[in-house]
């Protein structure tokens, strides 16, 4: 079980992260590793080689019966029903207002039998959220306390899998979002080929006790080609670049996935009905106010969440909602809410860099995607 401090929770891996040098700070009610060697070093790695990341702050909620996939599929936006097993899905689940409670990956073990990842930040309210709906319908079971989450992610992930052990090895024709049970180094796993870097790679869930001995197995199997550990402080600016939503920044109960560039997981067009599906279908009926924009800081300062956004007179439009240097394109980005009329690529505005008004402009996402091999 995780071990508890006054006010903070620590996961099975808090010995490892001290072991390793890892700065820890409080987030998500966890203290957690926010760097080990620092922020631009890990994050190189995890681009050039491989980053291993301790997750296991994350929920991890079962939906198990006959009715389970109906009860998923209606609390989500996107279509549960065209998974097969050993699929997985992102989605939103969203209010009755189509605002954003979470978003989520949805695994499907068997037709009767579901698992959801939702952010350690909205636990307490998905897992209240799951079990209401399950209730008469399907069992329900948060599996988060008995649930370690390690992220193996870069270009020599399927490298460091291919030493640890034959079952491991076979990992690497896992296509993406799907996932199977698989032993890597002697630990018995699931492995699913999804991610939150831009990068290729698996997140491993293993019995909460299990992750110590794999993760000290994964971090000397892989430690002549590159892999270092990593902290939320580089997860952070490599799901910036590449434009992945961060809930609590981008998203939130106060945004919908239409205006969030999330509406390729919203499908109206579902056969079943769900939560929210009638505001968002009200929503798209009509010109969106505003969208949520990538843009490059071209002046001197770097954009934060919460800088105001600005136009050329001054007036305040939006708002930043995620932003920072982004170590790979050295380049300072954002991500940020205009006014449609606002959005289009080329676009000039300030950022409100405490008091200064500093040049940016709208530019395409995903800021950076890795090269296929």
Known sequence: ??????????????????????????????????????????????????????????????????????????????????????????????NEQGTILDDLIIYRASAERFLIVCNASNHAKISAHFKRAAENHCDYEDRTDATALIALQGPKAFDVLARAGSDAAKLVELKSFHFRDAVIANVKTTAARTGYTGEDGVEIFCAWNDAPALWEQLLELGRDVGLKPAGLGARDTLRLEARLSLYGNDIDETTNPIEAGLGWVTKLGKASDFIGKAALTEIKSKPLVRKLVGFEVTGRGIARHGYPLRDLEGKEIGITTSGGPCPTLGKNLGLGYLPTPMTEVGTKFFVDCRGKNIDAVVVPTPFYKRTSK
Do not use: W
Request: with cysteine; hydrophobic share 40%; net charge negative.
């Open 1 to 94: 079980m995780p071990m508890t401090t006054e006010t903070l929770r620590r996961t099975s891996l808090y010995e490892a992260h001290k072991k390793a040098g890892g700065r820890l700070v409080p987030f998500a009610g966890f203290e957690m590793p926010v760097q080990y060697t620092g922020i631009v070093d890990e994050h190189t790695a995890v681009r050039t080689a491989a980053g291993l990341f301790d997750v296991s702050h994350m929920g991890e909620l079962e939906m198990r019966g006959q009715y389970a996939g109906a009860v998923v599929d209606y609390l989500v936006t996107n279509d549960v029903s065209k998974l097969g097993d050993g699929q997985a899905l992102y989605t939103c689940a969203c």
